[in-house]
């Protein structure tokens, strides 16, 4: 049962052969067992979850959806009513959300049962989960090793068993990174897709929350509950209902693989590379042609990020003052000094790195030389994408330059921990779909290959990505340490 | 460019952020670190480029103005570090 796709718990489901309780109450009990050597939750709620269950349990007819009494893992960035909504920080350590993301009310209308919150880099601004301040996350397939991240927690949840898929949310790579690092499927939509409204706000031109889960397939129905216009999100965007699982079952004979020479040249493992030439030759074999695409500005792509989102980061989390909600230091002078004091105490050192970067580079004098001068390369990005889709219908490529690395390993110098997320940045910054999937083994660590697709193309993603699934067992495999 | 120690007090300052002075030294370094990195941007060709402020292109929706909030004052004061009667409580800011 920990190994079913969501397809099979829902026919389990619904033929009665399980019921959402008993189901709830397995993932429970494995969490239970092995969150104390994982640390990929940091709430759960073993009441709160099961009354979900029973409600799903009561659900027939009309009533049910194919996520019914499926249970599932929120990031702990997603605000969920009545929930410790800590986002990784000190700062919301306290925090009992008032109200639902659109994320969360989506997925609790589709019937899905929440079993806790995971665990995350400090507002999302990590590629290790070495900034929490809940402690680090341990990736199941070696407990000496970072879980990636942001979404490391989620990921390590999916890898571990400890729950049958998770959200994650993606502002440099955070679902695709991890995914990776831990062996997952995870998709980071086009920007707009899904709702940012009670997402915690880290960049908020980047910022897009998707699935995680064992397979494509499983992460094209998640996507389905998920998606979908909010009007409390600006830039949410107004678009027909999609089914993504719609194309998942097509040939793939005839589709037009672009392979950017800037992904495949030094700086990728040899490891990495071995496995992800493999699955191009996976590929191939179904009916796929691949052609030289060309990214020149790729390679810009990490330094206007760590400008661009710095900067709306340090405008977004201006709002944690010590006065509405979160953490409010016990001494304090006048007003500035409960200011300077309550958010000197409740950031770490990773989120006041990007709060001074991103106040000084939109501070008086600087704004056209560092802000101005990103947004333009941040052009030029998308354009790249815009000309290398013309020869081409998905990209593809490494997720991450290795597989999973050892704590401590990045985390004394920022710019080589930025580095991680070198292939997947610009995806963000051009606001176009992304996805991860496990293709192989190096180091008996699990390596991701990177699909990217054209701004919302997401139902054929998925199905590149199912076909490739259906023709190899990567995703199937779990660490053996945690099969009991 | 290189950030001295004022320069790093006065944004932390701009950030509402205390900083004691063995914390500035160490920040200083990896700021310093962080923008010799971005500083290859300042070499690319950008004339005639239009900064790109958004993934995608749309324009700013707009909705009739009314009130579509209901009221929970309650639930979002009862998180708040310190409120009395309705009102969130601060140090004296006007003498």
């Not at chain 1, 920007?191 to 897009?208: E, K, N, T, W």
């Not at chain 1, 030094?266 to 030439?277: F, H, K, L």
């Not at chain 1, 990490?302 to 953490?327: C, K, M, Q, T, W």
């Not at chain 2, 292109?57 to 009395?84: C, K, M, N, S, W």
Request: hydrophobic share 40%.
């Amino acid at each position: 049962m920990i190994n079913a796709s969501l397809k099979e718990l829902a026919s389990a489901l619904a033929e009665k052969k399980i019921s959402s309780v008993e189901l709830t109450t397995l993932f429970l009990d494995r969490i239970e067992q092995h969150n104390p050597m994982l640390n990929a939750f940091v709430t759960i709620d073993r009441a709160k979850a099961l009354a979900t269950a029973q409600a799903a349990d009561q659900k027939v007819g009309a009533d049910r959806t194919a996520l019914t009494g499926i249970p599932l893992a929120h990031k702990d960035i997603f605000c969920a009513e009545g929930w410790r909504t800590t986002c990784g920080s000190k700062m919301l350590g306290n925090f009992t959300a008032p109200y639902d993301a659109h994320v969360v009310e989506k997925l609790n209308a589709a019937g899905m049962v929440t079993l806790g919150k995971c665990n995350m880099d400090e507002f999302a601004m990590g590629s290790s989960n070495e900034t929490s301040f809940f402690g680090p996350v341990k990736n199941p397939w070696d407990t000496a090793c970072v879980p990636g991240g942001s979404s490391g927690g989620s990921a390590a949840a999916i890898a571990a068993r400890l729950a049958p898929a998770a959200t994650g949310t993606d502002t440099g790579g955070s679902i695709r990174q991890p995914a990776a690092l831990c062996g997952l499927t995870g998709i980071k939509p086009t920007y707009g897709v899904v709702s940012r409204y009670g997402m915690i706000a880290f960049a908020s031109s980047l910022d897009q929350g998707g699935p995680m889960a064992k397979s494509a397939e499983d992460c094209a129905l998640l996507l389905n509950a998920m998606a979908g216009f909010d009007p409390r999100d600006s830039t949410s965007l107004e678009r027909p209902t999609e089914d993504y699982a719609r194309d998942l079952e097509k040939p793939l004979a005839g589709l037009r693989i672009g392979l950017p020479k800037e992904f495949f040249g030094a700086g990728m493992d040899d490891g990495v590379r071995v496995a992800v030439e493999a699955a191009l030759a996976e590929y191939r074999q179904l009916g796929a042609t691949t052609v030289e695409v060309s990214l020149p500005n790729s390679g810009l792509s990490v330094p206007a990020y760590y400008v661009i989102a710095p900067a709306e980061a340090s405008s977004n989390l201006s709002r944690f003052d010590g006065v509405r909600y979160g953490h409010r230091a016990a001494e304090y002078g006048d007003l500035n000094d409960l200011y300077a004091k309550s958010r000197a105490e409740g950031f770490g050192d990773e989120v006041k790195r990007r709060i001074l970067i991103g106040a000084y580079v939109l501070s008086h004098g600087y704004y056209d030389a560092y802000y101005l001068k990103a947004q333009k390369i941040r052009r030029l990005i998308a354009a790249d994408f815009t000309a290398a889709f013309k020869d081409c219908d998905v990209i593809m490529g490494p997720t991450a330059p290795s597989v999973a690395f050892k704590f401590g390993e990045k985390s004394a110098d920022p710019v080589q921990m930025y580095l991680s997320d070198i292939y997947t940045i610009a995806v963000n910054l051009a606001g176009l779909p992304g996805m991860s999937i496990p293709c192989g083994f190096d180091r008996d660590l699990p390596v991701g290959l990177q699909l990217i697709g054209p701004w919302f193309g997401e139902a054929q993603m998925l199905n590149v990505a199912h076909r490739y699934q259906q023709a190899t067992d990567w995703h199937r495999r779990m660490p053996a340490a945690f099969a009991g | 460019m290189s950030l001295s120690l004022d320069d790093v007090s006065r944004i932390a300052r701009l950030a509402r952020i205390e900083i004691s002075s063995a914390e500035a030294e160490r920040t200083r370094d990896q700021l310093n670190g962080i923008l010799a990195f971005v500083a290859q941007l300042q070499a690319v060709n950008t004339d005639g480029i239009a900064p790109m402020a958004h993934a995608v292109d749309v324009v700013q929706r707009l909705r009739p103005d009314t009130v579509t909030e209901p009221d929970r004052r309650d639930a979002f004061q009862a998180i708040a570090p310190e409120t009395e009667a309705g009102l969130y409580l601060v140090p004296k800011v006007i003498e």
